[in-house]
């Protein structure tokens, strides 16, 4: 199911009535200022694309049981992701029943949402005994052109990261720096990290150039030729 230019159509866009059996969705320039309602109704959706969204502040996808890959590209109205984008209320965090959230997540996509400032889980995350359990397949984060985000959720340090790809975010790329960095103690677990540009990076205002030496990069790995390239 594809959507393009929902600017004018986005209160009609609510009241459709997907196939319940929907894998896969893809919305494009809606003006709406929440998620349609049907959406959270999709159990079986796999892939999901929001692109072009100017007025939507919260994305509470992560009770979708099914889905794996979604992918969020300029959601200008984002301002700070939650514990509505994992799908819970806040008065649930403290419940004793054991929650499962984004359950199939592989792969994460996060790219110019230049309003982002903050990325937050849940307090009970950093308790060993929680009973709230995020993304517990994601292999593979990309978080790119989002200059205002400085800091990565502590739920990050649990999960089964395989490769970690942040470009273009300047506040971000400081705090990620190996050793130094503040969010470094969040992803010194995953094996593949790429921080963007490596040597050079605008400051928050884009302007001036700030150091990032000690910006990680993905390793070399053989090709079929015997030479070593970038991963």
């Known amino acids: 199911m594809h959507f393009v230019d929902c600017e004018s159509s986005a209160e009609t866009l609510h009241f459709l009535l997907p196939h319940p059996n929907l894998e896969s969705s893809r919305i494009e320039r809606y003006s709406g200022s929440t998620v349609p309602n049907w959406t959270m109704s999709l159990d079986n959706l796999r892939f999901l694309t929001l692109c072009d969204w100017n007025e939507c502040e919260a994305l509470p996808l992560g009770r979708l049981p099914s889905l794996k890959i979604p992918n969020l590209w300029s959601m200008k109205g984002v301002k700070k992701v939650g514990v509505e984008f ?9 419940a004793s029943s054991c929650i499962t959230l984004f359950p199939k997540l592989k792969t994460l996509e996060l ?5 982002w400032e903050e990325w937050k889980g849940v307090e009970e995350w950093k308790e060993e005994d929680s009973h709230i359990t995020v993304m517990p397949c994601l292999s593979s984060l990309e978080i790119h052109f989002c200059s205002r985000l400085k800091t990565l959720s502590d739920f990050l340090r649990k999960t ?3 490769t970690l790809d942040i470009m273009y975010c300047s506040s971000l790329a400081r705090g990620c720096r190996k050793g ?4 470094w103690p969040k992803i010194s677990h995953i ?3 790429r921080v963007h540009p490596k040597y050079f990076d605008f400051d928050d205002d884009g302007e001036g150039i700030v150091e990032a030496e000690d910006a990680v990069e993905l390793p070399e790995r053989p090709s079929t030729s015997g030479e070593r390239v970038k991963a």
């Open 191 to 193: 094996p593949n990290i």
């Open 86 to 94: 994992l799908g819970i209320e806040k008065e649930t965090s403290s």
């Open 180 to 183: 130094s960095g503040n969010e």
């Open 111 to 115: 790219w110019y949402m230049e309003a």
């Open 160 to 162: 089964p990261l395989r």
